[in-house]
C-alpha cells in the first residue's frame, strides 16, 4: 500500500495522511487535475465516486456523488480555494443534498494536498483541518481515516 502513515492530531484539529507513489510529480498531479482519474480512486473501493461538476480554478466548485454497494448515494462538494500546480492545491469539502447544495447539518474540512519529488517518486501530503474536535470527531467516527486511506491506496493502479 502507498499510504505510509495517517495522523490524527486532536490538539491541531487535523487529520494528516501521508503517500508515497513510484510516478512523477506531473503523474501524480493529475489523479487530482482530471475528474475522471478522481473518479478512480475517490473514496473507498465499495464508495466509488461520480463527478458531476469539476470547475478545477481558484474559486471553483466541483460536485460528485459516491455509491454505496446497495446503490445508496452521499453527495458532496468541493471549492477550490488554491491550485498550485503540480505541486497541490487547498479546498474546502463538505456534503451535500441529493441536489448538490451544501448540507449545512454536516460539518465541513478545508483540506490541504501537497506534493513533493523524492527519489524519483511523489510524495503525497493530504491534511484535513477541522472546524472543533465536535466536527472532526464526527467524521472520524463515520470512519473519515480509514475511508481515505482506503482511496489513497488505489492510487498505485492507477498510475501504472
Known sequence: MTVINVVKDTEALTLTLTAEFAAPLDRVWQVWADPRQLEQWWGPPTWPATFVDFDFVPGGRATYFMTGPDGDKSHGWWQFMS????????????????????????????????????????????????????????????????????????????LT
Open 83 to 158: 491550485i498550485d500546480e503540480p505541486r497541490g492545491l487547498e479546498l474546502a469539502d463538505g456534503f451535500a443534498s441529493d441536489s448538490g447544495e451544501s448540507d449545512d447539518t454536516m460539518p465541513k474540512t478545508q483540506m490541504a494536498v501537497s506534493l513533493d519529488e523524492m527519489d524519483g517518486g511523489t510524495r503525497m501530503t493530504f491534511v484535513g483541518s477541522f472546524d472543533s474536535l465536535e466536527d472532526m470527531e464526527r467524521l472520524t467516527a463515520m470512519g473519515m481515516a480509514e475511508g481515505l486511506t482506503e482511496a489513497a491506496g488505489q492510487i498505485d493502479a492507477l
